[in-house]
């Protein structure tokens, strides 16, 4: 049990360093903030990649579940930070995701 909480919060993680660098660019490509967002911008989506690095299993595998964490954590974003309700679509979307991403990383495998 350790070892899915372990995951889930590392993904978890690596999915707030990615949306964050991608949050910071977007302030200042889109809503004209300071150019020097673009340094913690670097350096969030670097560590987001390192983060990546962190699963001891195939990248693949990891990249495909990553993907469904990220999908929760975005919606999260969305109404946390961007302020904005999700509805029970949202909510639903974000659940099928997270038990994709359980079932690529969590079942039994040969």
């Known amino acids: 049990m350790i070892h899915v909480l372990q995951t889930t919060a590392l993904f978890f993680i690596t999915a707030i360093a990615e949306i964050l660098g991608c949050y910071l660019f977007y302030l200042w490509f889109k809503k004209g903030a300071s150019p020097l967002l673009l ?20 990248a693949g595998r990891v990249y495909a579940a990553y993907g469904g964490a990220y999908v929760f ?32 990383m969590f079942m039994p495998r040969q």
């Open 39 to 58: 340094l913690p911008s670097a350096v969030s989506l670097a560590l987001f990649a390192w983060l990546l690095t962190m699963h001891p299993t195939a």
């Open 73 to 104: 954590v975005a919606l999260l974003w969305l109404r946390f930070i961007d302020g904005i309700a999700v509805d029970r679509w949202d909510v639903i979307g974000g659940m099928v995701s997270l038990a994709g991403m359980a079932i690529i």
